[in-house]
């Protein structure tokens, strides 16, 4: 690594604090070649979940004589950042790299250059598993995998809602006719609560529009035809 990158490196320990160290290793696909340091940090919030998430220790490695590939898990700082950030390389163009992490709809609003790149991620250890986070085609691969899963995990709720507002569970299962509402005095005013015998099945609270049901009775409710 040579002495300008080194200095990135202890410049944003001292302002962020998240270095924790560094050692020589050798990096996936570069055996028989000259080590190069890895320097570890600790990743904090959601932006990559699942791929990474919060206290996940990070290897990072500087690119070198290497470019930046799409697909890639960069370790930058942004325009106007004084701290760095974790996330994947999407896209290069002619104005500069565009990135977005792994949890998010958009991509991120800044464009990077190379010498805002400090490394990449080349693995990442959570608990006692350390393993490898691909760049590259693989990387690129993998995302698109973690939105899939991400829309799979969307899709029972989307389908809760939809049969939920055909109503068509009311006609075959009437459970409706035998909920009663009572209503409970409170401090901020009367709270409307659902019962189906003992079981409270969902509540409006006082000064509020809006009815909280339990699932799965909202397939059997008209949520609609229900007093505020």
Known sequence: MNNRTLMRFQNIQNEAGLILGDLPAVLPGMAGKESCPVYFCAHFGTSMNPTLCEFDVLEIAPYGTQ???????????????????????????????????????????????????????????????????????????????????KVLLKFPSLCYHLLARSGLLRYLLPLHKRIRIITINRPAGDELQLLLGHWLVGRCKPQMDQWWIRRPFRLFIDVDSLPR
């Open 67 to 149: 470019s930046v590939r799409v697909g890639d898990v960069i370790f930058f700082v942004p325009p106007g950042w004084n701290r760095p950030a974790v996330h994947r390389v999407v896209r290069l163009t002619s104005e500069g790299i565009r990135t977005r992490g792994d949890n998010n709809n958009l991509m991120d609003s800044w464009v990077i250059v190379p010498a805002d790149v400090i490394g990449r991620v080349v693995r990442a250890t959570r608990g006692k598993r350390r393993r490898p986070i691909y760049g590259g085609i693989a990387g690129r691969l993998w995302a698109v995998r973690v939105r899939v899963f």
